[in-house]
């Protein structure tokens, strides 16, 4: 879980909120389009990270195997 990715969707959230406080419909939308974007980012390094665990898990396995 990337830090930066937690702050970008928190920033998106705010910025969304502020949108929905003045009634600026386009400051909201990008917020939430930011908040949305960032979340992928961060499911998308996690699962980037469960991938590597994976393969690093068959290698030692595979190691094991050849001993």
């Not at 992928?40 to 990270?49: G, H, I, L, P, S």
């Amino acid at each position: 879980m990337s830090v930066e990715e937690k702050l970008n969707q928190a920033n998106g959230a705010i910025k969304e909120g502020v949108g929905k406080v003045t009634d600026d419909k386009k400051t909201e939308k990008e917020g939430a389009a930011e908040k949305g974007v960032s979340k992928v980012r961060e499911v998308a390094e996690d699962a980037k990270d469960a991938v590597k665990g994976a393969i690093e898990g068959v290698k030692n396995m595979v190691k094991k195997d050849d001993k």
